[in-house]
């Protein structure tokens, strides 16, 4: 006799929307879903284990009378046009976690290493003047035009090697944890910032454009020099309906295409896209970011931004799902880019003392063999 499981059919669908999966994609696997949703047909255990690691659901939640709350644990600031965006995927949910658990670590490792605090974490303020807080930043990070070298990834690799140089461990990645097969979606958010006097951290979407990751790796900075942390507005515009991420964004195009450089740069208004890629070339950001800069210059009206700006963002969104299915590269190369290579270099160490559990380190940098942690070990120079 086959039992069946008396699963709520509102959570059955929560679980649904929550994995933000196409349902079509979800039938195809479990043809009865219709009939579990509608509750005229309940699903047996391993159904619904099956379902439940389909949508990235703790099985514990399946058994609900109703649906959780899931908060993230840190401000979330993220809307599209004014509108705040009310639940996070488990996509986002799990990678915040994740990057949490690291960040604890390394706080503990930190704290018995005596690692003195990063000088620089909460020593802007919300409101302050754009330029002060841009050359702020500059003075700390070497990041001025003419030291980004010449394409956007070698531009992208200097500034997350400065960030790291002065403490902050730096995470970037398209997928969650090393599941190829979770990839994740920049349209719902391009990064986050984890505060912390000893360990903060800053996470990038990997799978958005590298102009993009540098603008984002930029605006998790002003947060970490703010001192707090945030998930934030996936299109990082001018006109976020949150006075912080304005700011943020203001601090962060400063920082890196700062007014002064523009002064007396033409612009070829019937050729924009043209101009826009050639300013992005020169400076390595993204065009929107030039657009942006443009404007704050004068040589836009806000209508004229505005339409400019949306044009472009469908532009960029365009290239972007001609892209979709590039990735890969060498797992040594880009491991340690996702979990940093501040924080890889100091899990190897003191899993190589005794300090750290061989297992809990594995977890934690995303593989089970240890020849895999030598050769790791071995690339990052830990002896």
Known sequence: MTVRVPVSNTLLTWARERSRLARDELVSRFPALSAWEEGTKRPTLKQLERFAQATHT????????EPPEEPLPIPDFRTIGDAEIRHASPDL??????????????????????????????????????????????????????????TWSEAFRRLIEEADNHG??????????????????????????????????????????KAAQIFTLAHELVHIWLGESAVDDPEMSAFSSNSTERWCNEV??????????????????????EE????????????????????????????QYRAAYAN??????????????????????????????????????????????HRDAFQMLGFKKVSTFNELALRLGVG
């Not at 703790?58 to 009378?65: D, V």
């Open 58 to 65: 703790p099985i514990g939640y399946m058994f609900l009378l």
């Open 93 to 150: 949910l799990d990678t915040v976690y994740q990057c949490q658990q690291r960040q604890e670590w390394y706080r503990d490792y930190a704290r018995v290493h005596r690692e003195s605090p990063v000088p620089f974490v909460g020593t802007l303020s919300v409101g302050m003047d754009i330029v002060e807080a841009a050359a702020q930043m500059s003075a700390v990070l070497s990041f001025a035009p003419g030291e980004r070298g010449t």
């Open 168 to 209: 902050v461990l730096v995470m970037v990645s398209g997928i969650v944890g090393s599941n190829t097969h979770r990839k994740l979606d920049p349209q719902e958010f391009r990064g986050f910032a984890l505060a912390d006097e000893l360990a903060p951290v800053i996470f990038v979407n990997g799978s958005d454009t």
């Open 252 to 273: 962060a195009a400063e920082f890196l295409l700062p007014a002064a450089a523009l002064r007396g740069v033409s612009v070829d208004r019937d050729d924009l896209t």
């Open 276 to 303: 826009l890629e050639r300013l992005a070339r020169q400076f390595k950001v993204s065009t929107l970011v030039v657009l942006r800069r443009l404007f704050d210059a004068g040589y836009f009206t806000l209508p």
């Open 312 to 357: 472009e963002r469908q532009r960029i969104l365009a290239f972007m799902d001609e892209r979709s299915g590039s990735g890969g590269g060498n797992f040594y190369n880009t491991q340690p880019v996702r979990v940093s290579k501040r924080f890889a270099r100091a899990l190897i160490e003191s899993t190589r003392e005794g300090q750290t559990l």
